[in-house]
DNA sequence: CATTTTTGTGCAAACGTTGGCGCAAAATCT
DNA sequence: AGATTTTGCGCCAACGTTTGCACAAAAATG
């Protein structure tokens, strides 16, 4: 027990005693329960506001078994992606009164006393941005009954995803770019443990080539700048008779990676070789790159993330669901002969 | 109560059952208590792998008064250096058994429901990364004893704080280009709210005038990519006569978009004008940018930051605390004509 | 062998909240 | 006026853990 020497908060216990009622009442009128007269919440509500009363959601989730709790495995930070992904997630959980306890950021594997910290907490579900395989987190929770979403990631067993339509994506850009004449593609994809990837890369290469195109080329550009600006160099040191003519990275990071190294080789783009991406950072749109790209529904997605999330802890044994969401082409200079701002095309 | 009808998870007291000891012992011996036997430990240690038995942290907290949880203001992720800095939180803080309850991520004003929901989660302390103002749940913090510590931000009353000496940094960084010979420097500031930044250009004004240049423009960058980019362009319609001959940005996203400007308008870098960031943002040492910058030591950073934090729940009410740390320059090629890698001058 | 100290364990009371159930009083219906 | 429903509230037992205190047994001391 030994509590800190400052003056104690004050409980539902103390209102209830200043209020002169049981301390149910106290706790029914504050969570707005309709038994409970108008007069007497509203007295209760103001000596709730008087006396600062602010409820313990340690209690409350003991005795409810509900915690509000959303654990949250992050991906690589580094990728503005998932940045962006973060500020949608906390806003969004928020309004609906959801915190989250995160539980991990960053590339790195992430490590069982970590993973098991969210059963400690109670988290009422699980919500795994990770492109990577780093989802022990997910398997915890599916075998202790948590239900888990997956955003932006193939769904795994025991578990509800919702996704950019990547496929579409992919094939959506190969049309663009067959549109504009390209032939050769050179496809700088991500590795083989990216569902993402290769989704939006089956579709690329599919449509592609159905339209009489060609895959001249594959990169592993791991998902990085880096891994895309040594891909760039690569193709940089291909034979003049082997270079594409127009390139898809399935993320925005690495076009860009690849984009700084074809230029600085002297290639010209989009004049030489077009290039195109995905995920529609906002990096990728600035002037100096302004890459063509694939918009992903964001707000949507975490909308829809979330929905499935509350509905399976509300619900729980739910069967698992999968959501795909359209994204939008974004084309901008990248693919453009003529510039100017850029213009957009639903997928 | 309502249960769910998932099977039971093992709790102190199933333990005790099976082991035919009481739920104190149990307790103790799985904290560890040097009251408690090896025998003992080692038996019911063994009965709660077997049974998979988990801690529930909400009873604990509820009994102990501490909650192992953290509060995370982050500062707007879309700056590369709050997603460094998210990483290594989460990491240092996982490794020390503490977990962070996120409250806020972005630029925006935080709002006051979710400020409230440190209290109702019981954190036992609070870490803010944000350079804004939007210390909001830094103050509902101060004034329910929770200790509050601030990255890369100036103290606030009631708050300790550990941040980079952004003043030497700034000097660092003018002794560095008056070196090189620059008499006349723009700054490419923050805006009035950003403590960071009006200490960084504090130290480099005062060094630079001293040494006998010129502070012959200042921009307000807003902290951005894009206020970068427009105080680059401001700079192009500079009168050759004002033109500065070097530049320094309060941190490398704004150098970045004031380089993007300056060289889409013609201006050769570091050949025209000399550009130095701060921050050491990845992004800021790519080759396309290869941008000067003053590193912060970020790892140092947090450490002491979980340091003072943890200290200061461990025994409340001790006195306020400023950590400043030393960073060190990093010149790159945007402030030496000659190319070649980045080298290390510590400041 | 009779003390005192140590060591190991149990008991029971919290911590703040919730929710099933019970029961009066008031309101509505015969 | 009685019978029935509704409304409004209180009682009490959880939820899983920690911890002060008591207490027996074992060990060390005289």
New interface residues.
């Given amino acids: 027990?030994?509590?800190?020497p400052?003056r104690p908060?004050a409980t539902i216990v103390t209102l209830s005693r200043l209020a002169g009622v049981s301390a149910s009442t106290v706790s029914r009128a504050l969570r707005g329960d309709a038994r409970i007269s108008k007069s007497m919440r509203a007295r209760i509500m103001a000596l709730a506001a008087e006396a600062g009363y602010?409820?313990?959601?340690?209690?409350r989730?003991?005795?409810s078994?509900r915690?509000g709790?959303l654990g949250?495995v992050l991906g690589?930070?580094?990728n503005?992606f998932?940045?962006?992904l973060?500020?949608e997630l906390?806003?969004q959980a928020?309004a609906r009164?959801l915190?989250?306890?995160?539980?991990?950021?960053?590339g790195?594997a992430i490590?069982d006393?970590?993973a098991?910290?969210l059963?400690?907490?109670?988290v009422d579900g699980c919500l795994v941005t990770s492109a990577d395989m780093s989802s022990r987190a997910a398997d915890i929770c599916a075998t202790?009954?948590v239900p888990v979403v997956m955003i932006n990631r193939v769904p795994r067993l025991h578990a509800s995803a919702v996704s950019c339509d990547n496929e579409a994506g992919g094939r959506t850009m190969a049309l663009h770019l067959r549109g504009a004449g390209h032939r050769r593609a050179a496809v700088l994809h991500s590795g083989a443990v990216s569902s993402n990837g290769i989704d939006r890369e089956r579709g690329f290469a599919a449509a592609f080539t159905e339209g009489g195109g060609e895959i001249a080329a594959r990169f592993d550009a791991r998902s990085t700048?880096e891994g895309g600006?040594d891909s760039g160099r690569a193709i940089l040191a291909l034979p003049a008779s082997r270079r594409p003519d127009c390139l898809f990275a399935v993320s925005d990071i690495i076009a860009m990676?690849a984009m700084?190294?074809l230029?600085?080789g002297g290639v010209t783009i989009p004049g030489e070789i077009a290039m195109a991406g995905f995920d529609c950072i906002?990096?990728a749109a600035?002037?100096?790159y302004d890459i063509t790209s694939f918009e992903q529904p964001l707000a949507t997605m975490v909308q829809r993330g979330l929905d499935l999330l509350t509905t399976r802890i509300a619900t729980?044994g739910l069967p698992d669901e999968t959501v795909l969401l359209r994204g939008q082409l974004v084309i901008r200079g990248s693919t453009r002969p003529a510039m100017g701002a850029g213009q957009v095309v639903t997928a």
Same sequence: chains 1, 2.
């Fill in positions: 027990m030994e509590h800190v400052t908060r602010l409820p313990n959601a340690f209690a989730t003991l005795s078994g915690s709790l949250l690589p930070a580094t503005p998932y940045a962006m973060l500020e906390v806003t928020a009164g915190r989250f306890l995160i539980v991990h950021a960053g790195g490590d006393a970590t098991a910290a059963l400690h907490y109670q202790n009954g700048y600006y990676g700084d190294a230029r600085g906002p990096d600035r002037p100096a729980p």
